[in-house]
């Protein structure tokens, strides 16, 4: 089986929910529930036998330890993480907790049970980190995209968490050969997507008539995958990635936020008529130390391992806002005290 860490976020009840569209292997989903691990996400798994929840802190090693003695899993792929920009300026040393002394633990809690397995099993192990574009810094507009050899640059307590992350991943495969990959994707938008977020942020105030707030002038480019796109190409790395390696992942979509929040008002005038969305939009104080750009170049992943995203921008865009239209109940579900708390302290102050 699988040993996947974060399950309930965005990202990983994607993963989880594709996975078992195309295989019976079962899974354990590790997650801590924080205010972004939202079980419903995965109701449709309720009593389908191959999924087994464990409500469980990735920093935890004793039960960590138990889990991997029990369930024995072929590969872990690592999405448990503290992964809100704001929120990481709010409240670092969370950050450093979760992603830091998190995977540290994971790793070495994988690596010792990697240690103990007969020959064969132990050189198909796979351990995949799931990583972010934000840790090789930003990018001005006339520069390359991304590839595998950027530097790494982060520039906020969340990228440099990840950072911190990924050189940890790095370190146990250099010293103790544990069979990493490593994937470094841009940023994902789709169902199941927490309203902290841009896209699902702007989706929900727009439903109900709030201002849409930018942040600056609202240039900053963003390099859009669909959230499906990014699970194939970590069930392709899982399968095919090499040891050691680094996988950028990206959708070939650069946008500027506002080109974004108008995209969003645009398919909202055509599916929930009634309301000029885009007088909605409001320029707010900017987030500090705000990444310009970024992009990726994921021509590593066609060459080597055959993959591309299909989903275009415009037409994953639609299936989103359809998504939240129709979900109406799970967008209740998530927008508890604690988020009418967050967006109090993210946007009360900016002008
Ligand atoms: P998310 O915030 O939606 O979900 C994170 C999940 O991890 C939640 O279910 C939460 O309960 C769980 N979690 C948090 N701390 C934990 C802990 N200490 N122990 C166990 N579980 C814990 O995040 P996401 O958007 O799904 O991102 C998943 C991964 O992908 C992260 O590692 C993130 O850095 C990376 N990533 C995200 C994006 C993006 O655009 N969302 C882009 C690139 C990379
Ligand atoms: P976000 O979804 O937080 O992802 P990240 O910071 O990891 O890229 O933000 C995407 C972009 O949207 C980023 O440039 C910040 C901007 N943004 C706004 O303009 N307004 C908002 O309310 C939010 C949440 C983000």
Same mark, same amino acid.
């Given at each position: ?19 078992f ?6 899974i ?13 996400s995965? %109701? ?44 990481s ?23 010792r ?16 980190h ?10 001005a ?5 991304f ?23 790095? %370190? ?66 899982l ?69 591309? %995203? ?36 993210n946007? %009360?102050?900016?002008?």
């Amino acid at each position: 089986m699988l040993l996947v860490t974060g399950g309930c976020g965005f990202i990983g009840s994607n993963f989880i929910l594709d996975w078992f569209a195309q295989s019976d292997e079962p899974i354990i989903n590790v997650d801590r529930l924080t205010y972004a691990g939202n079980p419903l996400s995965l %109701a449709s798994l309720a009593d389908d036998p191959r999924h087994h929840f464990e409500r469980v802190d990735i920093c935890d090693q004793v039960s960590l330890e138990r889990l991997f003695a029990t369930h024995r899993p072929r590969a872990v792929v690592h999405f448990a993480a503290e992964s809100h920009v704001d929120r990481s300026i709010h409240g670092p040393l969370e950050f450093v907790r979760t992603n830091v002394l998190g995977t540290a633990t994971l790793l070495d809690v994988a690596r010792r049970y990697w240690q103990s397995l007969p020959a064969e099993q132990a050189h198909a192990f796979r351990f995949l980190h799931v990583s972010t574009d934000e840790v090789f810094g930003t990018l001005a507009p006339e520069d390359a995209r991304f590839d595998e050899s950027s530097r790494y640059e982060p520039n906020s307590p969340y990228s440099a968490s990840k950072a911190g992350s990924d050189h940890l991943v790095r %370190a146990w495969f250099h010293t103790y050969g544990l069979p990493v990959v490593t994937t470094n994707c841009s940023n994902n938008y789709g169902p199941r997507q927490f309203p902290e977020k841009l896209i699902p942020l702007m989706i929900v105030n727009a439903l109900e008539g709030r201002p849409l707030p930018v942040y600056g002038d609202g240039m900053q480019v963003r390099d859009w995958l669909y959230v499906g796109d990014h699970c194939s190409a970590i069930r392709r790395v899982l399968e095919a990635g090499v040891p050691g390696e680094l996988y950028l992942v990206g959708g070939d979509a650069e946008r500027p936020n506002i080109e974004v929040v108008r995209t969003i008002c645009a398919l909202l005038s055509k599916l929930r008529p009634g309301r000029d969305y885009s007088a909605l939009i409001t320029h707010v104080a900017d987030r500090p130390g705000h990444d310009r750009r970024y992009a990726i170049d994921a021509s590593k992943m066609k060459r080597e391992l055959g993959w591309s %995203a299909t989903e275009s921008f415009e037409s994953g865009m639609e299936r989103t806002v359809r998504w939240y239209l129709d979900n109406a109940e799970w967008i209740a579900s998530v927008r508890s005290g604690e988020y009418q708390r967050w967006i109090e302290t993210n946007y %009360a102050s900016r002008s």
